[in-house]
């Protein structure tokens, strides 16, 4: 396996070097296509731009420029992506290197340099895109360890066969008798190391989530392959006459390896799907994240606000179970209000109503801009059974998936997921989801300032649907006693969120405790609290994507005391100008409202919590 070891090393020589491009080409597993564009030294390209873009006031601005700059890094990124896909693949990981730090040169030599030209929108841009860079290089170098974990189940057979299929990308010349042999050669290995994984040789060296993700990669490099043996099938002859019989066995190779990994690295028996794998990031890598996302706190401050959260909202609950002469013991309260769901079919009805409710109320007391192309073109679907078990609770956006009974599901099931998504809790669920939660948020973002979509956050676009719920609360939008109940059990489900989600990444608790942490202190369902678990830790979320929703919440909650509670802006305007300025880390998007000069250096430094509960007349708009 020199050939493996030689791309690591290449690897790590292209990391440490910033990626230089004077590498030995017999190094690498093919030599990419680069562009007059990509070898462009900074100057050149600035100077291009200037000349192709059209002037105002009769010379071009450099804000312009950046603007541009992180527009051709949008769609260059995307060009990228799409060519160099295979994700386990050196080649991808050195090109994308290559192109971060060339862009990221340009961004120091042609825009710092200008800096005090920039203004604030321009200062924020630079920001954004520098910490944007940074980010995406300290993925690669993340990715790379994570493949390097993944050797004892590739390293034996797949590269080779990414080297195949990145060939066909650049349609090069090859024999079909070497393809041949290479997946005759594969095969064979990965027959040998399926055996060793059911005899339990690689259980001690491959942790159970490597091994996770391991079968993500080997399902992937499989789509690659088919699609590359039905690019030259039929069409070359000789590919044909020395290829054919090696295929047909082979992804009933990598399929029965798949089954191995699963059943004896994973933990998941044939026939069942439920297992929850994660890996903790440890307390540096939430750091590093947090770094990213512009939050000066640590993670133990940030636990420490889930807690005092959770405080408030038990304390609001128990005023409201005691309204509902249920004392202080508001578990009871809430499962009398689960009870109160509709009947099988009725639930997407319910949706509309609901969503319209939100609708009339915010524009009645006018809080938000809702545009009617926004109010109008919605549309409903409803969630597979298996999705429900990811997630248990509507999704929405571009549109509204509704999670709700199957007559496929058993008699608990049905009962457990119609008792989860009952008549107080979709209440809060559906203005969340649309508007004036994600889907006023998609409309707005899909319009203006659009390149800064890149910079999506969870802090802002899960944050700000959730500060919906915190601000309607304020307003009295929950009048009655269940109504109350329904909001508070999101708010403590946010809370939750914020604890179990950091003492996990922190190796302080283990995924079956943060089920009954939902559980028994946020009244789950235990279907829907081993849903939320496995959603959080399965590998499609960021470490602090779950904080995000709550945290996000009380940074906007704090910026809306700050503009609207001083009488800077009305509470509509407030709100329109956090959609039109898209997408960012919260603190910037305050220096943008404010006015605020930054400095290149920025570090984050907004305290923005300070535990208060209380909305003023000033800031109701």
Known sequence: MRYFYVLITLFIFCISSSFETNVDSKMVLKKPRVSPRDGAEPHVLLETRNRTSTPKHGKSSIAEDLTQFIQDISVDERDLNDFYSISISPTRLRRLGEYYTERQNELVTVFRSSWDELGVDGEVDWLLIRGYLKRQQDSLRSIWVQLKDLEPVLKSWAPPLVELCEQREEVIRFEAKDAAQALSDSGRAVDALASSIRAGDLKSTVSEFAAYRAVSAVEELQSHLTEWYGFYATYDPMFDWW????????????????????????????????????????????????????????????????????????????????????????????????????????????????????????????????????????????????????????????????????????????MMIMRGNNRYFSRSTVFHEMNPGHHLQYYYISRYKTYRGMFTTPFWIEGNAFYWEMILWDRGFAATPEEKIGMLFWRMHRALRIIFSLKFHLNLMTPQECIDMLVEKGGHERATAEGEVRRSFNGDYSPLYQAGYMLGALQFYALRKEIVGRGSMTERAFHDAILKQNQMPIEMLRALLKGEHLNWDHKPSWKFYDGSHKDTKSHRG
């Open 243 to 414: 290829v054919k019989q090696e295929w047909q066995q082979f992804p009933s190779k990598l399929s029965e390896l798949v089954a191995a990994i699963n059943e004896h690295l994973v933990g998941i028996k044939p026939g069942e799907d439920d297992a929850i794998v994660g890996q903790p990031v440890g307390r540096d890598g939430i750091l590093a994240d947090l770094q990213a996302e512009i939050i000066p706190y640590s993670p133990e401050e940030l636990i420490k606000i889930g807690e005092t959260e959770y405080d408030w909202c038990e304390k609001e609950m128990i005023k409201a179970s005691q309204d509902l002469g249920y004392g202080k013991d508001w578990l009871k309260a809430l499962e009398y209000v689960k009870t109160l769901h509709v009947e099988p079919g009725e639930q997407i009805y319910l949706v509309h109503e609901l969503a319209n409710e939100a609708v009339e109320y915010v524009t009645k007391h006018d809080m938000v801009t809702i545009p009617r192309i926004a109010n109008e073109t919605w549309r409903t679907t409803m969630m597979s059974p298996a999705a429900q078990k990811v997630n248990p609770f509507f999704l929405g956006g571009t549109l509204i998936q509704v999670s709700y009974p199957t007559n496929s599901m058993s008699y608990s099931d049905k």
